[in-house]
Structure formats: structure tokens, C-alpha cells
């Protein structure tokens, strides 16, 4: 009797959760988009910075109040997803608590409280969707990001498209040509996913990853060309891997060769190959900069400046980087550097955890499941971007929570795979 009563239950509240999943799955994409600061960004915010705009500013605020209400309607869901991850949580709080010692303590509290915020928003949508809901839901609001670019360069180049030292790269929605390159390389890996989840619409995310490849050239970021290419023969040596033992000892001794050749020339002639890429062997005045924030960490190893702080102001310790490197300096251009600077090497280390710790749960997946086409492929493009650009532990920024829910989402149980929310 009590089944029977369940299962009426259960049929008569289907046609509510019908018609208010696709307008999660709204809500989703559009929160995403915004965290992406695509479009509006540039529209509102000058000088590459959104917190110039206070209207981008208040914006957060109904979305972290959305992202408590997500959180507080699964609550025992929530609870065990946050018990799983607790080194993500704890690296969250760190970056807070660094108010504390902060060379500007109201900003770092500021913006501390956002990351926290952009952590939770990557919970609740690990918590809220299941791989074949999340990994399509990722692709396409990448498909969009890559189609506004596109009719953005082609329709109002004055703004889709660099006209100064990068003359003729796109930018799209964007504020510069490295973050375009960016969003499409993880769109690339994220539409071959896509067509892992729903083979019936195969076709379709080929086309559109194809489509985001084209985009990833017409930004010309190299950075974004050698991620690209890792997500295309990433995705396929999966493939290949989970067609038997023979392909997967082939790819895997053959790729760790590769890294092994690579490796022994880029030691013995690195000034070589470097500038053999197209760059300059200080990596367009990267390794200049690095080397002056070296000095600077020295300062503080432990603690750091501050979450968010030591870019701020136009006396604060960025003043001496800026002053050496007759420059305007916006970021340290290495996402470790910059999470060293802001809370020293506890942050670095429990950063690397994580990071580890997700890409051992994504390998645990190489023989199962559709989600190692994203997950394996991500990790590695987030590492692998890691080296010249600012990208970790971002507040308010599309990266970080797809990197919170994707760690989250491998974290969880196998029992709550196909998992409904009621």
C-alpha cells in the first residue's frame, strides 16, 4: 500500500517537474553565460576590470541568492556533495579568512565573499544535474558564447575585433583575444562530450565543435591552438583507449613518448623551441614579470597580500612590479603565482590537491561513462592554461565553477548518477 501511495505520488507530480525542468535548465544557462562576462562585460565595464561597473556589481546579488535557494531545496544532497569536496571548500574559506591579514582587508572580504559564493554556484549545479544534463548544458552555453563572437566580429568588428598590437585577431564578446580562444577551447572539449551523452544528436555537437575549433584559429591565441589540439587528440585517444587493452597500451605508452621527447628538447634548446612556436622566449615579457613577483613572495610565503588585494590600489605592492616593468601590470599571467600572492603557499598547496585529486577520480572514469571525454580533457586544459594565464580560484567567473562542478560532480556516488531531484 505504501508503494502504491509513493507511486501515485510520484505520477502526479511529474508533470510539475516536467515543466520546471527546462526552466532550471534556463536559469542554468543563463547564469552561466553571465559568468562568462561575455558581452556585457565590455559593454559596461572599461579597461577589462567589471568591477569598474557598479550595475555589473549588484548584478551578483539575486544570483547568489538563486544559488542559496538551489542549495537549501536539496539539502541533504547539498550537505553530502560539500562533505566530498572539502578541500574546495576549505581553499573557498581560505581566500576569505585572508581579509584578515589583507593589505586591503574591506576588498579582500568583498571579494572573498564572491569566490565563496562562485564555489556554492558550482555545488548547486552538480548537485541539480546529472552528467548527460550538465556536460550538454556546458557545451551549449559555449555554442551561444561562439555564435554571439562570430556575429559579433562579422556584424560590429569596432568592438568583436582587436585594432591595436593583436590587428585583426577576433575577440568576440570579450575584452581581449586569449579569453575568446579560451571559452572555445573548452567548448571544443565540452561539445565532443556533448555527442558522448546523446549519441542521437551526434552530429549536431560535432558540427558545433567544429565550429568552435574555426573560432579558437580566428582568435589566433596560441595558448588557445595547443589547448584546442589536446581537447581533439584528448577526446580521441579516449576513444581509442576504450576500444581494448591493445589501443590503451598503444596511446598510452605512445603519449607518454611524446611527453618524454618533448620534454628532453624543451630542456636541452628551450629558447628554441619557444620562439619555434611563434613566441618570444619570454613568453610576450611573462618570465619578466614572474621573476619581480618572485621578489614579492618572498616577502610573504605563508599568508600572501590578500585575496584580490595586491592588484589593487595605485600604491600597493603592484606599484614596485609596475614601476620595474614600465608597464601597466593587470595579473601575474600564472595562475599559481597569482594564488601565491593572494594567500601564499597553503592556497597553492591545497589548489594542487584538488587538482590532483579530481584528475584521479576523471582517469578513474577512462573505461566508463561519457564524462571522462570532459572531465580528463578539462583538468588538463585548466593546467595547461594555468602556466600563462591568471585562471584559478576566480570570483564570479565561468571557469571556476565549471572546475567546482565538475571536481564535485566526480566526487559523488555512483548512486546518485540518475538521481532526481524531488
Given at each position: 500500500?505504501?508503494?502504491?501511495?509513493?507511486?501515485?505520488?510520484?505520477?502526479?507530480?511529474?508533470?510539475?517537474?516536467?515543466?520546471?525542468?527546462?526552466?532550471?535548465?534556463?536559469?542554468?544557462?543563463?547564469?552561466?553565460?553571465?559568468?562568462?562576462?561575455?558581452?556585457?562585460?565590455?559593454?559596461?565595464?572599461?579597461?577589462?576590470?567589471?568591477?569598474?561597473?557598479?550595475?555589473?556589481?549588484?548584478?551578483?546579488?539575486?544570483?547568489?541568492?538563486?544559488?542559496?535557494?538551489?542549495?537549501?531545496?536539496?539539502?541533504?544532497?547539498?550537505?553530502?556533495?560539500?562533505?566530498?569536496?572539502?578541500?574546495?571548500?576549505?581553499?573557498?574559506?581560505?581566500?576569505?579568512?585572508?581579509?584578515?591579514?589583507?593589505?586591503?582587508?574591506?576588498?579582500?572580504?568583498?571579494?572573498?565573499?564572491?569566490?565563496?559564493?562562485?564555489?556554492?554556484?558550482?555545488?548547486?549545479?552538480?548537485?541539480?544535474?546529472?552528467?548527460?544534463?550538465?556536460?550538454?548544458?556546458?557545451?551549449?552555453?559555449?555554442?551561444?558564447?561562439?555564435?554571439?563572437?562570430?556575429?559579433?566580429?562579422?556584424?560590429?568588428?569596432?568592438?568583436?575585433?582587436?585594432?591595436?598590437?593583436?590587428?585583426?585577431?577576433?575577440?568576440?564578446?570579450?575584452?581581449?583575444?586569449?579569453?575568446?580562444?579560451?571559452?572555445?577551447?573548452?567548448?571544443?572539449?565540452?561539445?565532443?562530450?556533448?555527442?558522448?551523452?546523446?549519441?542521437?544528436?551526434?552530429?549536431i555537437w560535432w558540427g558545433l565543435a567544429t565550429f568552435m575549433a574555426a573560432m579558437v584559429l580566428m582568435s589566433t591565441s596560441k595558448t588557445a591552438l595547443l589547448a584546442m589540439l589536446l581537447s581533439l587528440s584528448g577526446c580521441g585517444a579516449i576513444h581509442l583507449v576504450r576500444r581494448g587493452f591493445g589501443f590503451a597500451a598503444l596511446i598510452l605508452c605512445g603519449g607518454?613518448?611524446?611527453?618524454?621527447?618533448?620534454?628532453?628538447?624543451?630542456?636541452?634548446?628551450?629558447?628554441?623551441?619557444?620562439?619555434?612556436?611563434?613566441?618570444?622566449?619570454?613568453?610576450?615579457?611573462?618570465?619578466?614579470?614572474?621573476?619581480?613577483?618572485?621578489?614579492?613572495?618572498?616577502?610573504?610565503?605563508?599568508?600572501?597580500?590578500?585575496?584580490?588585494?595586491?592588484?589593487?590600489?595605485?600604491?600597493?605592492?603592484?606599484?614596485?612590479?609596475?614601476?620595474?616593468?614600465?608597464?601597466?601590470?593587470?595579473?601575474?599571467?600564472?595562475?599559481?603565482?597569482?594564488?601565491?600572492?593572494?594567500?601564499?603557499?597553503?592556497?597553492?598547496?591545497?589548489?594542487?590537491?584538488?587538482?590532483?585529486?579530481?584528475?584521479?577520480?576523471?582517469?578513474?572514469?577512462?573505461?566508463?561513462?561519457?564524462?571522462?571525454?570532459?572531465?580528463?580533457?578539462?583538468?588538463?586544459?585548466?593546467?595547461?592554461?594555468?602556466?600563462?594565464?591568471?585562471?584559478?580560484?576566480?570570483?564570479?567567473?565561468?571557469?571556476?565553477?565549471?572546475?567546482?562542478?565538475?571536481?564535485?560532480?566526480?566526487?559523488?556516488?555512483?548512486?546518485?548518477?540518475?538521481?532526481?531531484?524531488?
Open positions: 500500500m505504501t508503494s502504491l501511495a509513493g507511486h501515485i505520488h510520484a505520477v502526479r507530480s511529474a508533470p510539475s517537474l516536467n515543466l520546471l525542468r527546462p526552466l532550471e535548465f534556463l536559469i542554468a544557462g543563463t547564469l552561466l553565460f553571465l559568468l562568462s562576462q561575455g558581452l556585457l562585460g565590455p559593454l559596461l565595464a572599461a579597461d577589462g576590470d567589471p568591477d569598474s561597473s557598479a550595475l555589473l556589481r549588484a548584478m551578483w546579488l539575486p544570483i547568489y541568492a538563486l544559488t542559496l535557494l538551489w542549495l537549501v531545496s536539496s539539502p541533504t544532497r547539498t550537505l553530502d556533495l560539500m562533505w566530498r569536496v572539502p578541500v574546495i571548500l576549505l581553499l573557498s574559506a581560505l581566500c576569505l579568512a585572508s581579509f584578515v591579514w589583507s593589505v586591503d582587508s574591506g576588498l579582500t572580504l568583498r571579494r572573498g565573499f564572491a569566490l565563496v559564493m562562485t564555489t556554492l554556484i558550482g555545488i548547486a549545479l552538480a548537485a541539480r544535474f546529472d552528467w548527460d544534463e550538465l556536460i550538454p548544458l556546458f557545451a551549449a552555453v559555449f555554442a551561444i558564447i561562439a555564435l554571439l563572437s562570430a556575429a559579433m566580429a562579422l556584424g560590429y568588428p569596432a568592438m568583436g575585433v582587436h585594432h591595436d598590437v593583436h590587428s585583426g585577431a577576433w575577440r568576440g564578446i570579450f575584452w581581449e583575444k586569449n579569453t575568446l580562444g579560451a571559452m572555445m577551447a573548452f567548448g571544443t572539449a565540452a561539445a565532443i562530450a556533448a555527442s558522448a551523452c546523446q549519441p542521437s544528436h551526434r552530429r607518454g613518448l611524446v611527453v618524454f621527447v618533448g620534454g628532453l628538447i624543451l630542456s636541452v634548446a628551450p629558447v628554441t623551441v619557444i620562439e619555434a612556436m611563434g613566441r618570444d622566449a619570454t613568453l610576450t615579457g611573462r618570465t619578466d614579470i614572474w621573476i619581480i613577483l618572485a621578489e614579492q613572495v618572498e616577502d610573504r610565503p605563508w599568508t600572501g597580500f590578500g585575496y584580490g588585494a595586491f592588484w589593487s590600489g595605485d600604491y600597493g605592492p603592484a606599484f614596485w612590479v609596475r614601476q620595474r616593468t614600465q608597464w601597466d601590470v593587470p595579473t601575474a599571467h600564472n595562475g599559481w603565482l597569482e594564488l601565491v600572492l593572494a594567500v601564499g603557499i597553503p592556497g597553492v598547496v591545497l589548489m594542487l590537491i584538488s587538482l590532483l585529486a579530481s584528475l584521479a577520480r576523471a582517469f578513474g572514469r577512462l573505461f566508463r561513462g561519457p564524462e571522462a571525454y570532459w572531465a580528463i580533457v578539462f583538468f588538463v586544459l585548466i593546467a595547461l592554461i594555468s602556466i600563462s594565464e591568471s585562471n584559478l580560484v576566480q570570483r564570479n567567473a565561468i571557469s571556476w565553477v565549471l572546475y567546482v562542478a565538475t571536481a564535485a560532480r566526480l566526487a559523488m556516488p555512483r548512486r546518485y548518477s540518475r538521481t532526481r531531484l524531488r
